[in-house]
């Protein structure tokens, strides 16, 4: 029978010191990332300037504030479901970016689908497009894969 190989203490100290190494690089290029997604969007002609504080997400007459969770649409609030909200701030985190039910709602709410059913996005969709007014207009419905917010264009959608 073969000895199975312990660790030594230098060795899970040596493992300990490059996890440390890699987390800090990886959160140092999400950073990076995050500047970079900060910048492209102000040069976007839809979104307001960026502010100082970085829990609040911007697009025109649009503001959604991570942190106490509001949202403002021409200074009046809107009140949305979570699931609701945490869908626009995917939206508004992810412009441009075609997802499907699937990933939509994984990255708002953290977990799989599962049992929900695809379906319901849509009827959170619709929810969205009218409560947004206007803004909702930018929801786009990509036929074959799901939905995907897009500042730059002003989509007709069936409801």
Avoid: C, W
């Amino acid at each position: 029978m073969g000895s199975r190989h312990m660790p030594l203490p230098d060795e899970i100290n040596s493992f300990a010191n490059l996890l440390a190494q890699l987390h800090a690089a990886v959160q140092t290029q999400q950073r990076r990332i995050d500047d970079l997604e900060t910048q492209l969007r102000s040069l976007s002609p839809n979104h307001s300037p960026p502010t100082s504080n970085p829990s609040q997400l911007h697009f025109g007459p649009l503001l959604l504030d991570r942190s106490s969770h509001r949202i403002l649409l021409d200074g009046h609030p809107i009140h949305l479901t979570p699931i609701e909200f945490d869908i626009l701030r995917v939206f508004l985190e992810h412009p441009d970016q075609a997802m499907t039910r699937d990933q939509l709602f994984e990255l708002a709410t953290g977990k799989p689908i599962g049992d929900t059913g695809t379906r319901t996005i849509d009827v959170y969709i619709r929810h969205l497009r009218q409560a947004l007014d206007n803004v909702g207009q930018h929801i786009e419905t990509v036929r074959g894969i799901g939905y995907r917010f897009s500042p730059q264009t002003h989509p007709h959608h069936p409801q």
